[in-house]
């Protein structure tokens, strides 16, 4: 993880049970902060005015001013009433009433975006059965990390008289979190090692990704050689409304 990684502190909907104790939390915290910086200018409306509700105590609780005085050596890079930009946290301070809460907020970030920036992808695999066929690449050359897979069905839709069997459906792109959209390539290049896809903005919003990926493939001639014939079956299959515009394998 990079020294100068940010993370961003949105506005979350929580639950609240007992109100009473997240109020008497945060009082705890800011009389203890009154007592050892007392004269603080940016405390002042946090002191002149302690929480008398749930609402109000959350909004000190996840405070970048709290963050500031909680946590020793952080650097506050920009903040607002609903969220913080910060360095990255690696420590939690002792007894932290909502250390449970910011560990489940931790593991959704890290799954929620299979793609930070461009990682290179050091495995190419296909998989097929009587129903259907995979290309895919995944970042670590056992199979794990960030992945993204190319599938199509095998099995076509009954004919027309007089025309050809088709799939109906068309190709799916997924990830290793499970999220899958039907269609949504809009160009796919394959150019020096580097795979370069653009994806419909509903696409991206559905998978979670960024709608351009630019993923440096490092594998074998013969990986690159399977990749391209792979891409090349699954992303002509389906409606012709479906397929990349711009295919360049």
Same mark, same amino acid.
């Given at each position: 993880m990079?020294?100068?990684?940010?993370?961003?502190?949105?506005a979350?909907?929580?639950?609240?049970?007992?109100?009473?104790?997240?109020?008497?939390?945060?009082?705890?915290?800011?009389?203890?902060?009154?007592?050892? @910086?007392?004269?603080? #200018?940016?405390?002042?409306?946090?002191?002149?005015?302690?929480?008398?509700?749930?609402?109000?105590?959350l909004?000190?609780?996840?405070s970048?001013?709290?963050?500031?005085?909680?946590?020793?050596?952080?650097?506050?890079?920009?903040?607002?009433?609903?969220?913080?930009?910060?360095?990255?946290?690696?420590?939690?301070?002792?007894d932290?009433?909502?250390?449970?809460?910011?560990?489940?907020?931790?593991?959704?970030?890290?799954?929620?975006?299979?793609?930070?920036?461009?990682?290179?992808?050091?495995?190419?695999?296909?998989?097929?059965?009587?129903?259907?066929?995979?290309?895919?690449?995944?970042?670590?050359a056992?199979?794990?990390?960030?992945a993204?897979?190319?599938s199509?069905?095998?099995?076509?839709?009954?004919?027309?008289?007089?025309?050809k069997?088709?799939?109906?459906? #068309?190709?799916?792109?997924?990830?290793?979190?499970?999220?899958?959209?039907?269609g949504?390539?809009?160009?796919?290049?394959?150019?020096?090692?580097?795979? @370069?896809?653009?994806?419909?903005?509903?696409?991206?919003?559905?998978?979670?990704?960024?709608?351009?990926?630019?993923l440096?493939?490092?594998v074998?001639?013969?990986?690159?050689?399977?990749?391209?014939?792979?891409?090349?079956?699954?992303?002509t299959?389906?409606?012709?409304?479906?397929?990349? @515009?711009?295919?360049?394998?």
């Amino acid at each position: 993880m990079r020294s100068d990684e940010y993370y961003l502190l949105n506005a979350v909907k929580v639950r609240i049970d007992d109100g009473t104790a997240i109020c008497a939390a945060a009082n705890d915290e800011l009389n203890a902060l009154r007592r050892t @910086h007392g004269q603080e #200018p940016d405390l002042q409306p946090f002191l002149d005015a302690p929480p008398s509700s749930p609402a109000a105590a959350l909004i000190w609780l996840t405070s970048a001013v709290r963050l500031k005085y909680l946590y020793a050596g952080l650097e506050i890079r920009a903040d607002g009433r609903f969220f913080a930009r910060a360095d990255v946290l690696t420590s939690f301070p002792p007894d932290d009433p909502l250390e449970a809460f910011w560990a489940q907020a931790g593991e959704r970030l890290d799954h929620d975006e299979p793609f930070s920036g461009s990682p290179a992808m050091r495995r190419v695999g296909v998989a097929q059965d009587d129903e259907s066929f995979t290309v895919g690449l995944a970042e670590h050359a056992d199979g794990t990390g960030a992945a993204l897979l190319f599938s199509h069905g095998l099995a076509p839709a009954p004919a027309r008289p007089g025309r050809k069997a088709a799939p109906s459906e #068309p190709y799916s792109l997924s990830t290793h979190t499970g999220a899958t959209y039907y269609g949504g390539v809009r160009t796919c290049v394959l150019r020096e090692g580097t795979l @370069h896809i653009t994806l419909s903005r509903t696409a991206s919003q559905r998978l979670g990704v960024s709608p351009e990926l630019v993923l440096p493939v490092h594998v074998s001639e013969d990986d690159l050689d399977v990749l391209r014939n792979g891409l090349r079956q699954v992303l002509t299959s389906g409606p012709r409304r479906s397929r990349p @515009h711009t295919l360049e394998l």
